[in-house]
T-cell receptor
Framework: SQQGEEDPQALSIQEGENATMNCSYK?????LQWYRQNSGRGLVHLIL?????REKHSGRLRVTLDTSKKSSSLLITASRAADTASYFC????????????FGKGTHLIIQP | KAGVTQTPRYLIKTRGQQVTLSCSPI?????VSWYQQTPGQGLQFLFE???????NKGNFPGRFSGRQFSNSRSEMNVSTLELGDSALYLC?????????????FGNGTRLTVT
């Protein structure tokens, strides 16, 4: 079953704008990760945020985590055409049980 | 450093047949996980192997099995294929720490069952 639910399912913005994607989950977690998938290819790990962290940055990426609301957001600033992809949040409940639980993803389209 | 390699890239099989998919992890990575990706169900965890032992298993029928070799390479097998097994099968490797190890994915094997 899917634990993470991304919102929106699809997002289309102009190049240079910021893109924000949200993820909600249901059970307690040890960490939450964001991955990117280009069409028909494997997933690429973007960033990991632990349950005791509230915000993390990596280049143009900013991730926030609110464990009280069981939600996370991924912000991509100054978007580029190459950012066009599907973005997935994945939760790790700890102990490795059930592997990572992925949401169904947000499909981001950057219009040139 | 070479990434995760999955072979074959594409596969077409007939219902009832069996199939074996292969995955070579990143050098030094001891954990290999398998995921099934379909448009309807999204990404679903199949199983994880660490040092040749299955460490975790997802909610899939016994027709889905796997193994890991001493060099960390892994194979997964699906027997008695069904139409619903058509999917992108993704392999991912990691260093194997229980928590917080990012997964490195291969480009997948796209299986079509006719």
């Amino acid at each position: 079953s899917q634990q993470g639910e991304e919102d929106p399912q699809a997002l289309s913005i102009q190049e240079g704008e910021n893109a924000t994607m949200n993820c909600s989950y249901k059970t307690s977690i040890n960490n939450l990760q964001w991955y990117r998938q280009n069409s028909g290819r494997g997933l690429v790990h973007l960033i990991l945020i632990r349950s005791n962290e509230r915000e993390k940055h990596s280049g143009r990426l900013r991730v926030t985590l609110d464990t009280s609301k069981k939600s996370s957001s991924l912000l991509i600033t100054a978007s580029r055409a190459a950012d066009t992809a599907s973005y997935f949040c994945a939760t790790d409940g700890g102990g490795g049980a059930d592997g990572l639980t992925f949401g169904k993803g947000t499909h981001l389209i950057i219009q040139p | 450093k070479a990434g995760v390699t999955q072979t074959p890239r594409y596969l077409i099989k007939t219902r009832g047949q069996q199939v074996t998919l292969s995955c070579s992890p990143i050098s030094g990575h001891r954990s290999v996980s398998w995921y099934q990706q379909t448009p309807g169900q999204g990404l679903q965890f199949l199983f994880e192997y660490f040092s040749e032992t299955q460490r975790n298993k997802g909610n899939f029928p016994g027709r889905f099995s796997g193994r890991q070799f001493s060099n960390s390479r892994s194979e997964m097998n699906v027997s008695t294929l069904e139409l619903g097994d058509s999917a992108l099968y993704l392999c991912a490797s990691s260093r194997g720490a229980r928590e917080g190890s990012p997964l490195h994915f291969g480009n997948g094997t796209r299986l079509t069952v006719t």
